[in-house]
């Protein structure tokens, strides 16, 4: 009986773990698609910027329980090539904190070798072509 009591409360603490991450997804995106930062001349619009990188990190007390906070760190580009992270804090599926940082070319370049190899060459390619001539010379 012990048993089929820590399955179901399981399966409900799985299930409850992924509506909350889902609904804190949804809380971010929009607040990707709202942001209208202008920083230095430069305007990060997140309706036109394309997110390249997701992090989700949530903030859970207690293991196996679902996270009501988490952040959220997204590397995004624009349409005119600034590299920009959005980071947004979610707390019970509302949104608390909202920050919109530009970062170098060569800062999003070393990010993605780092977490995103495969997204390197579609970003990078001339600086991934340049690499291998130096491993084949």
């Not at 089929?4 to 603490?13: I, K, N, P, S």
């Not at 929009?30 to 202008?38: D, K, L, N, R, S």
Request: hydrophobic fraction near 45%; include cysteine; aromatic fraction near 14%.
């Amino acid at each position: 009986m012990e048993l089929l009591f820590f399955a179901a409360t399981g399966a409900v603490l799985y299930v409850a773990d992924r509506i909350t991450d889902y609904m804190a997804d949804q809380a971010a995106g929009t607040a990707f698609e709202q942001i209208h930062e202008v920083i230095g001349n430069v305007s990060y619009f997140g309706r036109s910027s394309q997110p390249i990188l997701k992090t989700r990190i949530p903030n859970s007390v207690v293991p196996f329980f679902p996270a009501f906070t988490q952040s959220f760190k997204v590397l995004s580009l624009t349409e005119c090539d600034h590299w920009f992270w959005f980071t947004v804090r979610v707390h019970l599926f509302r949104v608390e904190n909202i920050a919109v940082k530009p970062i170098t070319k060569k800062e999003a370049k070393l990010t993605l070798s780092n977490n995103a190899p495969e997204r390197l060459q579609q970003y990078f390619p001339e600086d991934v072509a340049k690499s291998r001539q130096k491993k084949s010379a």
